[in-house]
C-alpha cells in the first residue's frame, strides 16, 4: 500500500510525541479556534495495551476506561511536550478526567502535568443554552489570545476546516460504495491522521484522486454504533472476521463528518458546536435511531452492532430504540473491555427486527 492512504496511516499510528503541541479531549473542543490561535493541535487517546493503574487510582473504575487510559497516558508523560489540555464537557468521563487533572495539578505540582481548561459547551435545544454556549466560546477564544499574545485568524482557521470536513465527506463516500473502497479501519486513519490542518487537507484531497487505485472489500458490511473508538482495536477485531465496518456513530468516524461552520464567526461556531452532535451522551434515544436508521440505508449496511463498553453505560440505551428503526439484523455488544470485542454474537446469525 501506498500513496495519500499509506501515508495517512503512518500520521494515524504515530499520535504522540511530535513536539510542542495543545491536547485536546472530547467532541465539543471547537478546533477551529486552536488552529486560528496558530497552535498544533492533537486530539488524546488512550491505549488498550498499556494499561491504566494511574488513571484507575485517581478516577476510580466506574469512568469509562478510555478517559482512565488518557489520565495514565498523561501521568506517563506519553503525549510528550503539551503545553495545554483543552477538554470539553462532552460526556461525564471527560468532565471528570478535567477535574482529576486540575486538582492533580494543584496539589501534586512536582508531577508537571500541563494546565487544564475547560470548554463547557451545552446542547440542550434552548435559546439560553446558546447564548451560555456563545459565551463559553468568547472566553475560550479571548483564553488562546492570552495565552499566545496574538490575534485570531478565524477566517482562515474556519476555511480550512471546513475544506477538510468537505473532504471528508467525500471520503466517507469511499465506503459507502459497493464493494467498499476503504475499510473502516482506513476510514479512522483518515479521519483521525495527526496533521495540521492544511497537510491532512493535502493528503485527503490526494486520496480521493487515487481512489481508483484503491483496493475492493467486499466482507459483510457493517454500521457500528455505541460507544467512541479512539484507537483501531475493535475495528481491527471486527473486520478480522470478514466484515468491513461501512459506518459508525461517534466522534473518531462519521460524526467528525459534519456540515460546514461558513461564516468566520465566534457566533457561527458556537452554533455549530450547540447543534453537532448525536452521540450517545448527548442526543436522545429517538434522535439515535433516525440517524441509525439514515445512515443505515446511506451506507447500505447489511448488520447493525451497538458495542458498549464497560462503564460507558449511554449507548445501550439507545439500543430498543434503534433496533426497532432499522430493517437489518442488529447485534448488542454490552460490557466490553476497552479495546476488546466478544465477537461471538457475530458469528451467528442474529433475527431480523420484527
Known amino acids: 500500500m501506498g500513496g495519500a492512504l499509506a501515508a495517512l496511516e503512518e500520521a494515524y499510528a504515530r499520535r504522540t510525541r511530535q513536539g510542542p503541541a495543545v491536547g485536546y479531549v472530547g467532541a465539543d473542543v471547537p478546533v477551529e479556534l486552536l488552529t486560528a490561535?496558530?497552535?498544533?493541535?492533537?486530539?488524546?487517546?488512550?491505549?488498550?495495551?498499556?494499561g491504566s493503574e494511574p488513571g484507575d487510582r485517581f478516577l476510580g473504575r466506574g469512568v469509562d476506561p478510555a478517559a482512565r487510559s488518557v489520565l495514565t497516558r498523561l501521568l506517563d508523560g506519553a503525549f510528550g511536550d503539551l503545553d495545554r489540555v483543552v477538554v470539553s464537557h462532552d460526556?461525564?468521563?471527560?468532565?471528570?478526567?478535567?477535574?482529576?487533572?486540575?486538582?492533580?495539578?494543584r496539589v501534586e505540582p512536582g508531577r508537571g502535568l500541563p494546565e487544564a481548561y475547560l470548554v463547557d459547551l451545552l446542547?440542550?435545544?434552548?435559546?439560553t443554552t446558546a447564548r451560555y454556549n456563545r459565551r463559553r466560546v468568547g472566553e475560550f477564544a479571548a483564553?488562546?489570545?492570552?495565552?499566545?499574545?496574538?490575534?485570531?485568524?478565524?477566517?482562515?482557521?474556519?476555511?480550512?476546516?471546513?475544506?477538510?470536513?468537505?473532504?471528508?465527506?467525500?471520503?466517507?463516500?469511499?465506503?459507502?460504495?459497493?464493494p467498499a473502497r476503504l475499510t473502516g479501519r482506513q476510514?479512522?486513519?483518515?479521519?483521525?491522521?495527526?496533521?495540521?490542518?492544511?497537510?491532512?487537507?493535502?493528503l485527503l484531497a490526494r486520496l480521493l484522486s487515487e481512489a481508483d487505485r484503491l483496493d475492493e472489500h467486499t466482507g459483510r458490511r457493517v454500521f457500528l454504533s455505541g460507544s467512541a473508538h479512539d484507537t483501531p482495536h475493535v475495528y481491527e477485531a471486527i473486520e478480522a472476521e470478514g466484515h468491513v465496518i461501512v459506518g459508525e456513530d461517534h466522534s473518531f468516524g462519521d460524526l467528525a463528518v459534519t456540515g460546514p461552520v461558513g461564516t468566520a464567526s465566534l457566533d457561527a461556531l458556537a452554533e455549530h458546536y450547540h447543534r453537532g452532535t448525536l452521540t450517545a451522551h448527548r442526543a436522545t434515544p429517538g434522535a439515535r435511531a433516525a440517524y441509525a436508521a439514515a445512515a443505515v440505508r446511506r451506507c447500505r449496511a447489511e448488520l447493525f452492532v451497538s458495542y458498549c463498553r464497560e462503564s460507558d453505560e449511554a449507548p445501550a440505551w439507545d439500543f430498543p430504540a434503534q433496533r426497532?428503526?432499522?430493517?437489518?439484523?442488529?447485534?448488542?455488544?454490552?460490557?466490553?473491555?476497552?479495546?476488546?470485542?466478544?465477537?461471538?454474537?457475530?458469528?451467528?446469525?442474529?433475527?431480523?427486527?420484527?
Open 123 to 127: 446542547h440542550l435545544p434552548h435559546r
Open 37 to 50: 490561535a496558530g497552535l498544533r493541535a492533537i486530539r488524546l487517546t488512550g491505549d488498550p495495551e498499556s
Open 143 to 178: 483564553r488562546l489570545e492570552a495565552w499566545t499574545g496574538r490575534r485570531l485568524d478565524l477566517a482562515g482557521a474556519v476555511a480550512a476546516h471546513d475544506e477538510r470536513r468537505r473532504l471528508l465527506a467525500a471520503v466517507a463516500e469511499l465506503r459507502r460504495v459497493v
Open 324 to 354: 426497532a428503526a432499522l430493517d437489518i439484523p442488529a447485534v448488542l455488544l454490552e460490557h466490553q473491555e476497552y479495546g476488546r470485542a466478544d465477537l461471538a454474537a457475530l458469528r451467528k446469525e442474529p433475527a431480523c427486527p420484527k
Open 91 to 105: 460526556c461525564e468521563a471527560s468532565l471528570r478526567l478535567f477535574y482529576a487533572l486540575r486538582e492533580l495539578r
Open 187 to 202: 476510514f479512522l486513519a483518515a479521519a483521525n491522521a495527526a496533521l495540521p490542518v492544511t497537510e491532512h487537507i493535502a
